[in-house]
């Protein structure tokens, strides 16, 4: 940043915005008088794969270039603003299990979550119990996932399920973040310091003599449209990069996210797993479904 005004506006409210907002706000030559940091973000910071991600965060990952980087950032940011109670920022240990999977009796309902992942405790909006029990183990069961070669302290995995365990990473190389408590704190760190935080969905990215020149959005709340200034524009629009840039060379996969939340404090271990399915698991899939279509019609 130079003594120039400059008006950046960051299109995306994940992981890559908020931090983006976050770093220029800390910029030496960031100056509020002459500087305008705006956020946009069409729904709720952290509201895609930012909020719901692993949050694994690894030495041993790729690409090494950049990874040294980001995991020494992430301790830096951690000690700096309280990460262990902010965004849940932990070292844990890291396996690969081979697991083997076991035939449960049908449902008809199940129980869920049916709000966004907060990170907060509790059942949702009060909707009775939503939580999955995790007995302590006994000692027929701890010898199982001894001999399986799995760590004492890893006692939250169904003994009978695991075939083995292969270590891949330790405190000293893994570390893991909250990715959606991670994000809303990055933004609103930002925003501490002179960032603005608007929810509002991209029209359009406004040019002139082929240099950006503003920002058009509809605002969320009210519906009406607004122009911004724009001197710079940093899209991080992850999957919906094409809707506001469509030149983008950019495309997306659809995954999903499934959150359990124990009833007991559970050991810091991310798991890679490799689950061999029952023989007739496809059978039953088929007949629950035929079962749920016949109950339907």
Not at 87 to 110: D, F, I, N, T
Not at 182 to 211: C, H, P, Y
Request: proline share 5%; aromatic share 6%.
């Amino acid at each position: 940043m130079a003594s120039d005004k400059k008006n950046i506006v960051i299109i995306g409210g994940g992981i890559i915005g908020s931090t983006s907002a976050y770093f220029l706000t800390r910029h030496p030559a960031f100056n509020p008088a002459l500087h305008t940091i705006t956020l946009l973000e069409a729904t709720k910071v952290a509201g895609g794969a930012s909020g719901k991600a692993g949050g694994l965060l690894a030495l041993w990952a790729y690409p090494t270039s950049i990874v040294p980087l980001s995991y020494r950032l992430h301790a830096q940011l951690a000690k700096e603003h309280g990460g262990e109670e902010l965004w849940g920022y932990r070292r844990v240990h890291v396996g690969q299990v081979e697991c083997r999977g076991r035939s449960l009796p049908a449902k008809s309902s199940v129980k869920g979550k049916d709000r966004e992942m907060d990170g907060q405790n509790g059942t949702p909006n009060g909707k009775g119990e939503a939580r999955v029990s995790l007995q302590k183990r006994t000692r027929e069961a701890l010898g199982k996932l001894t001999a399986a070669g799995v760590p004492a302290d890893l006692d939250w995995v169904d003994p009978d399920a695991l075939c083995g365990y292969d270590e891949m990473g330790t405190p000293d190389t893994t570390a893991q973040v909250h990715p959606y408590q991670f994000t809303t704190s990055m933004a609103s760190l930002a925003e501490e310091k002179g960032a603005k935080v608007i929810l509002g969905s991209v029209m359009a990215i406004n040019q002139r003599n082929d240099a950006v020149e503003s920002v058009t959005y509809t605002d969320k709340t009210t519906g009406e449209k607004h122009t911004i200034p724009a001197s710079d524009v940093v899209i991080a629009a992850g999957p919906w990069t094409k809707k506001v840039y469509p030149r983008a060379p950019i495309s997306a996969l659809r995954a999903h996210s499934v959150t359990i939340r124990p009833t007991r404090e559970v050991s810091a271990y991310a798991l890679f797993t490799e689950i061999q399915l029952p023989i007739d698991f496809a059978n039953r899939s088929n007949e629950s479904n035929k079962k749920s279509s016949a109950a339907k019609t």
